[in-house]
């Protein structure tokens, strides 16, 4: 979405959907910042019906086409959306990246089974390879690197937004812990595999 259609988008197409701009946040070249409500007068301090809406502007590399939306504005493929969040994992220490990744690698196909420590292993596999094919710069020892910040911290206590789902923190240091152990392995795989002598 280029300078003009997000202008179309916040000007037309949210008003006409009964969202109001209350104020903006943050803003550059590839990111901005709104706040939204659906009344007109409801100030930013009030607790129901304002919600603050990111906006970012997509890398010209995808591993997926955007998705179309009714709404207007395609957006990132899931696929494209956990390997950013493994990319912001390793770019800065937020509460919420881990507690995302944790949600990430446990989310469940509809209606299916709790997933399993292999399976949130092959994800971990193929997340970290998603990242490495979106940005080469960065590989399983930065995502293990990354991961360390967050063990034996407290993740939960200091997010500063209510759950809708119901996460411990516990739960939150396993899967630290797991992605840790899987970095680890690919690490070490691919030193064997650059120097087979080792």
């Known amino acids: 979405m280029d300078a003009r259609d997000f202008r179309s988008f916040v ?14 946040g943050p ?11 659906d009344d007109p007068i409801r100030g930013s301090g ?16 995808c591993l997926e086409p955007p998705l179309e939306t009714a709404e207007g504005p395609p957006v990132a493929s899931y696929r494209d959306v956990c390997a950013g969040k493994l990319h912001a994992l390793c770019d800065r220490f937020e509460p919420r990246d881990f507690i995302d990744l944790h949600c990430i690698l446990g989310r469940r196909q509809e209606r299916s089974r709790p997933v399993g420590e292999s ?50 923190e516990a739960e939150i240091q396993e899967t630290i812990r797991l992605g840790l152990e899987e970095c680890a392995r690919l690490t070490r795989a691919r030193a064997e595999w650059d120097d087979p002598a080792r």
């Not at 803003?27 to 409500?37: K, N, T, Y």
């Not at 009030?46 to 590399?61: C, E, I, L, M, N």
């Not at 590989?139 to 967050?150: D, E, K, P, Y």
């Open 27 to 37: 803003a550059s070249r590839g990111f901005a910042e709104v706040i939204l409500s």
């Open 119 to 168: 399976e949130r292993l092959s994800r971990i596999r193929a997340l970290v390879a998603d990242l490495e094919e979106c940005d080469p710069g960065l590989t399983a020892t930065q995502v293990g690197q990354a991961l360390a910040r967050g063990l034996d911290r407290p993740v939960l206590g200091a997010f500063p937004l209510r759950m809708l789902a119901t996460v411990q």
């Open 11 to 24: 000007e037309g197409r949210l008003p006409a959907e009964g969202l109001h701009v209350l104020g903006g």
């Open 46 to 61: 009030a607790p129901r019906g304002v919600v603050r809406v990111q906006f970012g502007r997509a890398s010209p590399f």
